[in-house]
């Protein structure tokens, strides 16, 4: 699944397309509207695009007359960038045509991505958008801020990083690499990290997720960029789908675990449990 620098990449890369109209809306995939596709058509055509921007994991183009359009990739989805509507992957969902000759295309071959228009005002009454927890790269995001959410949680690290409703974009991929890179283990509980520790994985946390920007993402099944570029990220992990292979620091055969249904990749030695 996408996570926040595989989302990043692609609204970057979506700039360029604000300043243009969208002319025409067609989809083989209707289920993915809402409001349901012949509202949501007439709703969108002819409105421009002012802003792409990111929050958490979806996608939020600003439009003409107060509309937002919210997209979500959810477990394949993605957006590319065309001339024309000859569908670029097999799995082409809906095409957004614009002016200046250029087409969106969303890709999505399990069709669970999602693609809801809103009035601006009712963005952050959506349920699925109160409810996100921190930008870990919000100006509110600090140091002091992270340890204030920290001390209010229970439970292992992991699936402390995973939860969207504390820190959002992070998913399997950055949670085991963060767990790695912090030198501890997934199961480690939360409420036992000491003043250093937290301060560590508060550095750490941003690092991994500037790492995988930086990279454009991480290919590992679907995600390519607006021209269908795979990221570099997957070249660089220490122990996300590692497991059976040396780690890359100590030598030591890495391991395995489910933690909320997720394998988690880890090296017995080089993290510390407590
Ligand atoms: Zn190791």
Known sequence: MPELPEVETQVRDLQKIVGRRIFALSSNTKKAFTPAFAKFKKKIENKKILAINRRAKFIIFSLSEKLVLVAHFRMTGHFLLAR?????????????????????????????????????????????????????????????????ILRSKKGRLKATLLDQKIIVGIGNIYADEICFAAKLHPVSKVEKLTKKGMENLFHVIRNQLRKGIRNRGTTIGEFVDVSGRAGKNQNSLFTYRRHGQPCKICGTTLERMKIQQRTTSFCPVCQKKF
């Open 84 to 148: 024309n509507s000859i569908p670029l992957e097999k799995s082409i969902r809906h095409f957004l045509k614009l002016s200046g000759g250029v087409w969106i295309q969303f890709s999505d071959i399990r069709k669970f991505g999602t693609l809801r228009l809103v009035s601006e005002k009712d963005l952050e009454k959506l349920p699925e958008i109160q409810k996100l927890g921190i930008e870990p790269f919000s100006k509110s995001f600090t140091l002091a801020k992270f340890r204030e």
